[in-house]
């Protein structure tokens, strides 16, 4: 399912805690796989070529420069 990102400053507790949430699971899930969860410090470049800062995404580059996902799989 697609739903377009929404700009936000800060995040509700609730919110944060969703986010944590899920980063754990996938971190769990992803554990021992070429892909790795990564957190809102990394940003996405989106075909339109907007930057989005997503709550979290599946990171499946080997690279590791810059602040900017290579191979997102999954965007959250």
Request: glycine share 6%; with cysteine.
């Amino acid at each position: 399912m697609f739903c377009p990102p929404r700009a936000m400053t800060g995040a509700s507790l609730r919110h944060d805690a969703i986010t944590v949430n899920v980063l754990a699971e996938l971190h769990r899930q992803l554990k021992g796989h070429r892909c790795r969860p990564a957190t809102a410090d990394v940003a996405v470049r989106l075909p339109s070529g907007n930057v989005h800062r997503p709550d979290a995404l599946v990171e499946c580059s080997d690279r590791f420069d810059g602040t900017l996902a290579h191979e997102p799989a999954a965007i959250i």
